[in-house]
């Protein structure tokens, strides 16, 4: 991985992981594309283009002109997004990550794409939820990366493209927020905590799902992607989480640094269904196994980072 293009590089993930990559890489050596551009440092830090995820050639042709190595396909819609709109979710999703497996197997690089908690489904053990196990998802975001992993499992099989990818679960993060996902309370909470000192959840008390702080996130990326391809049995894609947590775990860890923070309920039907469809907690055994997967942030280190950090955020803005 010497020179990388990123695509949805202003997303949640994009945002952070385009400067680790600068830092790491150089800041010549990452590509980072958008559909839109943004007043930012991924923008002005080094080179930046215009790219919807839909225009093949134009992918090609930024792969090409760049020369890179590596593509990291980031572009898609979330799940509650995808959900109040399952066409355009197929179109987007499928659609980009084809494409961008197709600038891979054309120019020969190394390919990593994201996928999720998101392709578990009710049929799936919810507990400690093994990495090979039944994948029935109920949503189009579900049904859309189940479909990738097997794609991406096929690039490789068929066509040599080196694939690798992990199953997130909700990520946490004070930089880009996610936007359209069914995570994303776990990333509200912080923000109105220190805005309000109160919040109130779409998710349900007691709602377990798997969560991680970006730092975590971005370190597994890259460690995945520097892995010898040797280690890897599996490819498409590894379960990683560094947390099982539901709303009132968040609550009491916040509550440790503002003690007046009060939790509220107001409980969203489509985003609750989701969630109570997904795994409490999965099983990163095999990540940890084939490629060293570890998190250095729990529940506690996380929220006084998070806090600390928005704080200093929110003070700017
Ligand atoms: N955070 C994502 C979502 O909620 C899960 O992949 O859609």
Redesign the pocket.
Known sequence: MKKILVTGALGQIGSELVMKLREIYGANNVVATDIREADNEVVTSGPFEILNVLEANKMADIAKRHQVDTIMHLAAL???TAEANPQLAWNINMGGLMNALEVAREEHLQFFT?S???AFGPSTPKDNTPQDTLQRPTTM?GVN?VAGELLCDYYFAKFGVDTRGVR????ISYVAP?G?????YAVEIYYEALRNKKYTSFIGKGTYMDMMYMPDAIDAIIRLMETDAGRLIHRNAFNVSAMSVAPEHFEAAIKKHIPEFTLQYKVDPLRQK?AESWPNSIDTTAAKQEWGFTTRYDLEKMTADMLEKLSVKLTKN
């Open positions: 979330l799940s509650a994201p999720s908690i998101g975001y990366k997130f679960p909700g990520l996610p359209g996902g069914t995570t994303d989701i």
